[in-house]
């Protein structure tokens, strides 16, 4: 098991930028391939971005292609977003999520994550 906190959400303009953080507690963190997941009022949670236990294969959704970068640090057991260019529909509650093994077929899917974060909420204003 692995506890995950994110942090960095908050009020942006259109255009904007922000970073969100995901602390990971224990020492596991490089075991588990990392995602973000988004879910805006009255919509399902979506895929956001994924990245594999050491890095080397990263995924995108095709709405953030290009605007968000997905990193993590596994010496600080932490996961990033990276998010520019930002739109009022990228408005929602962030959650970093966490598998402890999922084919890349699967990384998409909420289903093929065992832990998660509380959330944090990331409002991009007009």
């Known amino acids: 098991q692995v506890q995950l906190v994110e942090s960095g959400g908050g009020l942006v303009q259109a255009g904007g930028s922000l970073r969100l953080s995901c602390a990971a507690s224990?020492?596991?963190?490089?075991?588990?391939?990392m995602a973000w997941f988004r879910q805006a009022p009255g919509k399902e949670r979506e895929f956001v971005s994924a990245i594999r236990k050491n890095g080397g294969s990263i995924y995108y959704a095709d709405s953030v292609k290009g605007r968000f970068t997905i990193s993590r640090d596994n010496t600080r057991s932490t996961l990033f977003l990276q998010k520019n260019s930002l739109m009022p529909e990228d408005t929602a509650v962030y959650y970093c999520?966490?598998?402890?093994?999922?084919?890349?077929?699967?990384?998409?899917?909420?289903?093929?994550?065992?832990?998660w974060g509380p959330g944090t909420q990331v409002t991009v204003s007009a």
């Open positions: 999520a966490a598998s402890a093994s999922a084919i890349t077929s699967t990384l998409g899917r909420s289903a093929s994550y065992q832990n």
């Open positions: 224990g020492r596991t963190f490089r075991s588990y391939d």
